[in-house]
């Protein structure tokens, strides 16, 4: 099936630092790869949208200079959190729609916390 | 953009009985419903989808319905065992646009699975 890889699962950073996951489609091509981000005991919430080769979208209230978006390649994405503060601790959660069986396929997540 | 509400929040019942979830959603032209199962510090993980071209899908002891008119679909475990025991989101795409939508999620739904 499709398989999409996230790393780092938990990173902790102190506050002012910059921490950057990856998500890679491993059987299949990525055109848009989404990211997602969880509170603790809440659902995930869209933070945006990003295809190959083209800027991210963002959705309403997420900060885009804050939360750098890169899909430079049809199996890689990431996401920087810069300059991260304690609020930005969460589970961030990238997401790509296989062309395999075009569901949407989760990363299994990254567990941030800033100290 | 889509609005989901999910329903119970929580929901406890005995080994061997059955659970149902059920959820609403807004937008008449939303054409996929996917279930997840994500279990504590994972990504979700689909465990049934559907499409709005059909009123109901089962595989093995999962099945989802969908009632396109009244705008809401159900899952449905059978048999519950204790590895049943997770949070379950349902979803619909975020908007209806066209092209590749991020998803909108449920609240979730707490399944405790009793001995």
């Known amino acids: 099936g499709a398989v999409v890889s996230q790393h780092p699962s938990r990173v902790i950073c102190k506050s002012g630092t910059s921490v950057k996951i990856e998500c890679r489609s491993l059987d299949f091509q990525a055109t848009t790869m989404f990211w997602y981000r969880q509170f603790p005991k809440q659902s995930l919430m869209l933070m945006a949208t990003s295809n190959e080769g083209s800027k991210a979208t963002y959705e309403q209230g997420v900060e885009k200079d804050k939360f750098l978006i890169n899909h430079a390649s049809l199996t890689l994405s990431t996401l920087t959190v810069t300059s991260a503060h304690p609020e930005d601790s969460s589970f961030y959660i990238c997401?790509?729609?296989?062309?395999?069986?075009?569901?949407?396929?989760f990363g299994s997540g990254t567990r941030l916390t800033v100290v | 953009g889509e609005n989901v509400e999910q329903h119970p929040s929580t929901l406890s019942v005995q080994e061997g009985d059955s659970a149902v979830i059920k959820c609403t959603y807004s937008?008449?032209?939303?054409?996929?419903f996917p279930w997840y199962k994500q279990e504590l510090g994972k990504g979700p993980q689909l465990i049934i989808d559907?499409?709005?071209?059909?009123g109901e899908k089962k595989d093995q002891r999962i099945a989802v319905t969908l009632n396109k008119t009244a705008k809401h679909f159900s899952l449905h475990i059978t048999e519950t065992q204790p590895e049943d025991s997770a949070v379950y989101f349902c979803a619909a795409p975020q908007y209806s646009g066209g092209g590749a939508d991020g998803l909108t999620f449920g609240k979730g739904t707490h399944l405790i699975i009793q001995p």
């Open positions: 937008d008449s032209a939303s054409n996929y």
């Open positions: 997401s790509a729609i296989s062309t395999k069986n075009y569901g949407y396929t």
């Open positions: 559907i499409r709005s071209n059909v």
